[in-house]
């Protein structure tokens, strides 16, 4: 199977704040890299297919770049609604995995 | 305007069964791959089944192969997670999630679109 792994694993940071999270896999996935955001209680919401794709509806100040094994989520400025842990997610092979996730907070 | 709703959910002994439905609306159901992902508490997320549009093709997590069954009426607009010999690592709110692309050109590696509210399923004596 194909790992994923995820630095940081927390963060903290300021509204206003640009924040960047790193995903690894364990072997070439091409650009066959999603992320998604999830709040306690709620539904993960798709924020990027293809490592670098916005899917429709989600703001601009996110953002996707990377391809192979290295990949990173950018948040331009960071706002309070975007509380919450991203996850990373291979769509490379069929046996999907995960990041282990970033619990992003605001000071 | 896609919606799937879980239901099944529920406590049951360490051993026991149980099975998860998920009811699908706003689009083809037909046409769609679709997943089961579970999340335990404290824990992230983690697949745990995949079915394609027509079930020729199902993929599972090593985690749950040979216990865990996934399946489809799509007359019933339906995905189904049978869930058998349950542990107790097998407690978590499990939720079902669409395919982003349809099958029309063949069975794709998921990008998951539209996910539900997520059903929890503990497993305890």
């Known amino acids: 199977d194909i790992q994923m792994t995820q630095s940081p694993s927390s963060l903290s940071a300021s509204v206003g704040d640009r924040v960047t999270i790193t995903c690894r896999a364990s072997?070439?996935?091409?650009?066959?890299l999603n992320w998604y955001q999830h709040k306690p209680g709620k539904a993960p919401k798709f924020l990027i297919y293809a490592a670098s794709s916005l899917q429709g509806g989600v703001p601009s100040r996110f953002s996707g770049s990377g391809s192979g094994t290295e990949f990173t989520l950018t948040i331009s400025s960071l706002q309070p609604e975007d509380f919450g842990t991203y996850y990373c997610q291979q769509s490379y092979s069929p046996l999907v995995t995960f990041g282990g996730g970033t619990k992003v907070e605001i000071k | 305007e896609v919606q799937l709703v879980e239901s099944g959910g529920g406590l049951v002994k360490p051993g026991g069964s149980l099975r998860l439905s998920c009811a699908a609306s706003?689009?083809?159901?037909?046409?769609?791959?679709m997943n089961w992902v579970r999340q335990a508490p404290g824990k992230g997320l983690e697949w745990v089944s995949s079915s394609s549009s027509s079930s020729s093709y199902k993929y599972y997590a090593d985690s749950v192969k040979g216990r865990f069954t996934i399946s489809r009426d799509n007359a019933k607009n339906s995905l189904y997670l049978q869930m058998n010999s349950l542990r107790a690592e097998d407690t978590a709110v499990y939720y079902c999630a669409r395919h982003r692309v349809d099958d029309s050109s063949g069975y794709l590696p998921p990008t998951l679109d539209y996910w539900g509210q997520g059903i929890l399923v503990t497993v305890s004596s």
């Open positions: 072997q070439s996935i091409s650009s066959q």
């Open positions: 706003g689009f083809i159901f037909s046409s769609y791959s």
